[in-house]
């Protein structure tokens, strides 16, 4: 039985993580943890599963939890995550980590805290955004510089960065099919005058607005035709299954930073 805990426990992850947990088989919640001064702190983890009251109380003692688990699964924010990956680290426990908005530096830095231990960190965690990923880097790669690259998603008010790390993640794909560097050619903002489009630039659009759970459009746009990529989430619930395989598959594995094209061999 691989003993997980959910950091993040009262937030809209964190509650649809345990509700996959105790679904899935050869698995079991060890621990929940949230943030010193959380108001869900004590309470029973089962209430924001929507499954009442299931044993495991919420905490707020990072190390307790960690030396509890096999593998913590953690969706939160990226500074949050960084102090949970070196907590696995000191304890070699695995991590899988699905928060969003890292900074290339943070990005590095994460991998440098999982040498020593195994440790997942992807964007999104559902099959189909992991196939488009996949689909993405043909596509790019067929059709060349001939076509505009623009990418737009769309979430919930509720969401804190922006772009969302699965649109930046499929900006990066299509920009090494491309031979360009994603960080130089994003353009994250028109206005006024802004000029022409320039042939390399990749433009990346975000919607916000009322419940939307997550879309993605990869928009190829040439004279006369265009393709479009699209991802639609209708709820949380393969996020949160995708990241109980996450941990089922990391643990045990060689330490190490990897993503979910590992986890469903997609490589
Ligand atoms: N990889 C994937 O497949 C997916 C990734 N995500 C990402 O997961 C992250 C979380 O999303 P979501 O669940 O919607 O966000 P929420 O804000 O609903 O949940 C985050 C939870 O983490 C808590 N938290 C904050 N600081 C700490 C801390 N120091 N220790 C423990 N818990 C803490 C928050 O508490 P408080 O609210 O009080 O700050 C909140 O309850 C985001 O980055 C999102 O982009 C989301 C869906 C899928
Ligand atoms: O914050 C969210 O909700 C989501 N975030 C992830 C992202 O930023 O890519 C994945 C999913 O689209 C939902």
């Given amino acids: ?92 426990k695995s991590i899988v980590i699905g928060s969003t908005g890292f900074t290339p530096e943070e990005r590095a830095l994460a991998a440098e805290l999982a040498k020593d231990i195994p440790a997942v960190l992807a964007p999104n965690m559902s099959v189909g955004v992991n196939v488009c990923f996949k689909v993405l880097k043909d596509v790019a790669r067929t059709l060349g510089d001939n076509f ?16 969302s790390g699965t649109a930046v993640r499929m900006g990066e794909v299509v920009a090494e099919a491309l031979g360009r560097d994603y960080n130089e050619v994003a353009n994250y903002h028109r206005e006024g005058i802004c000029g022409e489009r320039t042939r390399e630039e990749i433009g990346m659009q975000t919607v916000r607005g009322g419940d939307i759970v997550g879309e993605h459009t990869v928009y190829f746009i040439g004279m006369g035709e265009r393709i479009e990529i699209s991802h639609r989430a209708m709820s949380r619930d393969m996020f949160s299954r995708g990241s109980v395989r996450a941990a089922q598959w990391v643990v045990g594995k060689a330490p190490g930073l990897y993503d979910m094209q590992d986890v469903l061999g997609l490589r």
Avoid: W, Y
Avoid at 31 to 48: C, I, K, T, W
Avoid at 148 to 163: C, G, M
């Fill in 148 to 163: 505009d690259v623009e990418i737009v998603e769309l979430h919930h008010n509720k969401k804190k960065d922006s772009p």
């Fill in 1 to 92: 039985m691989i003993k997980i805990a959910v950091c993040g426990a009262a937030g809209r992850m964190g509650g649809r993580i345990i509700a996959a947990i105790k679904e899935a088989e050869g698995v079991e919640l060890s621990g929940a943890l949230e943030r010193p001064g959380h108001p869900m702190v004590g309470q029973d983890a089962g209430f924001n599963a929507g499954l009442g009251a299931i044993g495991v109380a919420i905490s707020d003692d990072l190390n307790v939890v960690v030396d509890g688990c096999d593998a913590l699964i953690d969706f939160t924010a990226p500074k949050v995550s960084l102090k949970n990956l070196e907590a696995c680290a000191l304890k070699r």
